[in-house]
T-cell receptor, first 115, second 114 residues
């Protein structure tokens, strides 16, 4: 079965620190990769996505992610975090050949940024 | 608001009662998905519809759960004889076909079973 692993459950950073959140997936075929953010009390918002092409993708709010196919990874990065980045971050995968196109989510990483 | 709407936002119910949630997708989206998100977990797929047809159901969707999309527009998710383990956020999402570009999530319905 497909699975998505986020190894960092809770990350605490000071403002201006750099961020990297890990995401690994288990599926040998073609996948689409996503990072979503969920601010307290709000709905899931798409940060960025990768379907094909340049494995380094840039998203909103200064986030970027790199797809490394050999490592089945799609880590999220931001060079300098802000207090407003405090939120829950979810990595997700869809299977390109799956007509159902449902998302498989990781368990999430809670990020707390200290001013 | 042209996003995915879910109603109610919060629902508190006693164990054993039935509850029903509603989801209104983006109007031109023909696919509608239901997910469940429990505390400390990411959303888990429950079921999806293409127009009015329910095409796939997760094994998480027990016999107490039923979903409908009678006219291919809004959808309802009913839970019968609720249990405390049903307490979760129930998320709805919609998309146009299988294209994940426009996949949009609603804000969810938080169910608390006491």
């Amino acid at each position: 079965a497909q699975s998505v692993s986020q190894h960092n459950h809770h990350v605490i950073l000071s403002e201006a620190a750099s961020l990297e959140l890990g995401c690994n997936y288990s599926y040998g075929g073609t996948v689409n990769l996503f990072w979503y953010v969920q601010y307290p009390g709000q709905h899931l918002q798409l940060l960025l996505k990768y379907f094909s092409g340049d494995p380094l993708v840039k998203g909103i709010k200064g986030f970027e992610a790199e797809f490394i196919k050999s490592k089945f990874s799609f880590n999220l990065r931001k060079p300098s975090v802000q207090w407003s980045d405090t939120a829950e971050y979810f990595c997700a995968v869809t299977i390109a050949s799956n007509t159902g196109n449902q998302f498989y989510f990781g368990t999430g990483t809670s990020l707390t940024v200290i001013p | 608001d042209t996003g995915v709407s879910q109603d109610p936002r919060h629902k508190i119910t006693k164990r054993g009662q039935n509850v029903t949630f509603r989801c209104d997708p983006i109007s031109e989206h023909n696919r509608l998905y239901w997910y469940r998100q429990t505390l400390g977990q990411g959303p888990e797929f429950l079921t999806y519809f293409q127009n009015e047809a329910q095409l796939e159901k997760s094994r998480l969707l027990s016999d107490r759960f039923s979903a409908e999309r009678p006219k291919g527009s809004f959808s309802t998710l009913e839970i019968q004889r609720t249990e405390q383990g049903d307490s979760a956020m129930y998320l709805c999402a919609s998309s146009l076909g299988s294209n994940p570009y426009g996949y949009t999530f609603g804000s969810g319905t938080r169910l608390t079973v006491v």
